[in-house]
């Protein structure tokens, strides 16, 4: 297979999906695009953005023919969706992921790899809070990173390809274990997402006046947890239901370090509060050097 794809199959046609058949069609990625969701107003939303040639319902149907299948859905739905699409794909396809749990992604999909199709997983560290077909934009992947988790013995033919997809998509490629993927996503991405759901969480739980005021109110920082807990709930259910190794280890280590300021706090230890501020604010600026804000 070379760029551009001859057929593209989404399976799952929310944020992601959709910006990715944005990207190839504005790219050149793909001759044929098509999309399969369990969702008929999300199919049929795609068809009328233009951004798919065909939606199907089923997601077989979609797959048949296809050199470059990406699923899009929730990880809960990866077993499911790996048996069902398993008898359609064709030899030589390529089959790979968005999700960000690659262990959990490979034990659900791996056993149902059929011969002479190429499994590799992959994350696309992007995304907003919003959902649906309609919330994807082609420039979503400028300049972010696309982690790939190849199993042991992956054609390195099918792993050139797929790379090739997606630095035509705007991306910057790493490859990890899987292992190392999910660790290192437990505390860029899952943790802080626990926090805010946890924060936006407390709020809401206050008495109804306090709660009006928090809303009408909010500072910057409150603003930016309540963009994250806007995310999807149930991606993100399945996140820490499948990533819960990881995520408990970080969150073990939060909380050592919470227990930590709050001793400073009590006791006015003013230079550990400025030191760990001057540590995390050296963290921000290497965010934005390296263009990731």
């Not at 820490?240 to 006791?267: C, P």
């Amino acid at each position: 297979m070379s760029l551009p794809v001859q057929r593209l199959a989404i399976i799952g046609i929310g944020l992601i999906g959709s910006s990715i058949a944005r990207v190839a069609r504005e790219k050149g990625l793909a001759r044929a695009i098509v999309c399969s969701d369990a969702s008929a107003e999300a199919r049929a939303d795609a068809l009328a953005l233009g951004i798919v040639d065909a939606a199907e319902a089923d997601p077989a149907v979609a797959v048949a023919g296809a050199d470059l299948v990406i699923l899009c859905t929730p990880i809960g739905t990866y077993r499911a969706l790996a048996m069902a699409i398993a008898p359609a794909l064709a030899p030589g396809a390529i089959l790979s992921d968005v999700g960000s749990v690659k262990q959990a992604a490979i034990a659900a999909v791996a056993p149902h790899v059929p011969p002479g199709v190429h499994f590799i997983p992959g994350h696309p560290v992007a995304g907003t809070e919003h959902s649906g077909p309609k919330s994807g934009f082609a420039s979503l992947f400028d300049g972010r990173w696309c982690i790939l988790t190849p199993l042991e013995g992956t054609d390195q033919a099918a792993l050139a390809r797929l790379e090739a997809f997606w630095q035509g998509a705007g991306s910057n490629l790493a490859t990890m274990t899987p292992l190392h993927h999910d660790r290192v996503l437990a505390i860029t991405s899952h943790l802080p997402h626990l926090i805010a759901y946890t924060i936006v969480g407390t709020a809401a739980d206050l008495e109804e006046h306090l709660q009006a005021e928090v809303i009408q109110y909010s500072a910057g920082g409150f603003r930016d947890f309540t963009r994250i807990a806007g995310s999807d709930p149930v991606m993100w259910r399945d996140v820490f239901l499948t990533n819960r190794e990881a995520v408990l280890e970080m969150l073990g280590r939060l909380h050592e370090d919470i227990a930590l300021m709050q001793r400073a706090i009590r006791i006015g230890d003013g230079k550990t509060l400025e030191d760990l501020f001057t540590r995390t604010r050296a963290i921000r600026r290497g965010v934005l050097a390296a263009k990731q804000a």
